[in-house]
């Protein structure tokens, strides 16, 4: 069974950029999991962010963040990375990331397909 840990979130201004991580260990290879981000904010439900097949050859990402979030993974370090650049106010959320061991999730924006999620990090974007 793979363990999950995410870290790099913060309190940032509007306009800022923030860089999660999301460290694999446990269980296969981590380059047999499809990964994906999700966030959920207070009073929220959990959405969908990005999410890229196991050898990164497809990647997708929600509209609310295309062309300012971009997902990525370094198979030898174990890790998805969530870069997030001119971050809103709107994005303030617990961000997770989870796993799948599949190479890619047909129906990658629904969190029910994952098997593994982690605890989560908190981003604050103040305005």
């Known amino acids: 069974q793979v363990q999950l840990a995410e870290s790099g979130g913060g309190l940032v201004q509007a306009g800022g950029s923030l860089r999660l991580s999301c460290v694999a260990s446990g269980g296969r290879t981590f380059s047999s999991y499809a990964m994906g981000w999700f966030r959920q904010a207070p009073g929220k439900e959990r959405e969908f962010v990005a999410a890229s097949s196991r050898s990164e050859t497809i990647t997708n990402s929600a509209d609310s963040v295309k062309g300012r979030f971009t997902i990525s993974r370094d198979n030898a370090k174990n890790t998805v990375y969530l870069q997030m650049n001119s971050l809103k106010p709107e994005d303030t959320a617990v961000y997770y990331c989870?796993?799948?061991?599949?190479?890619?999730?047909?129906?990658?924006?629904?969190?029910?397909?994952?098997?593994?999620w982690g605890q989560g990090t908190q981003v604050t974007v103040s305005s």
């Open positions: 989870a796993a799948k061991f599949t190479t890619v999730i047909s129906r990658f924006y629904s969190g029910d397909e994952y098997d593994y």
